[in-house]
């Protein structure tokens, strides 16, 4: 069963910087797209940033310059690097990945449980 464990999040003041990572396991075939979405209370999840295959990177226009995305491929890890934080990056923060796995034979998309980032004034 594929899994998506996401960890780093917490709280942080403004300005400060913060590091999530997101690894997948289980029985991966072949990894595409990974990557990390947020959400607030009654609000649709957002993208933030994506790392595609062919080392393509996708960012939100509001975290561009202040965020970036990396993957460790031989770990199917993806990183996001947060910095100079506002109190509007406060939300959930979800893992992505769209996969093959060995089980399902299928391309699918998985997400993470969700870690939460708060940005203090």
């Known amino acids: 069963q594929v899994q998506l464990v996401e960890s780093g999040g917490g709280l942080v003041q403004t300005g400060g910087s913060l590091r999530l990572s997101c690894a997948a396991s289980?029985?991966?075939?072949?990894?595409?797209?990974m990557g990390w979405y947020r959400q607030v209370p009654g609000a649709q999840r957002e993208l933030v940033a994506l790392?595609?295959?062919?080392?393509?990177?996708v960012y939100a226009d509001s975290v561009k310059g202040r965020f970036t995305i990396s993957k460790r491929d031989s770990l199917n890890t993806v990183d996001l690097h947060m910095g100079n934080l506002k109190q509007t990056d406060t939300a959930v923060y979800f893992c992505y990945a769209e996969l093959l796995s060995h089980d399902t034979g299928t391309w699918l998309d998985y997400w993470g449980q969700g870690t939460q980032v708060t940005v203090s004034a």
């Open positions: 289980g029985r991966i075939f072949a990894l595409d797209t």
């Open positions: 790392y595609r295959s062919g080392k393509n990177e």
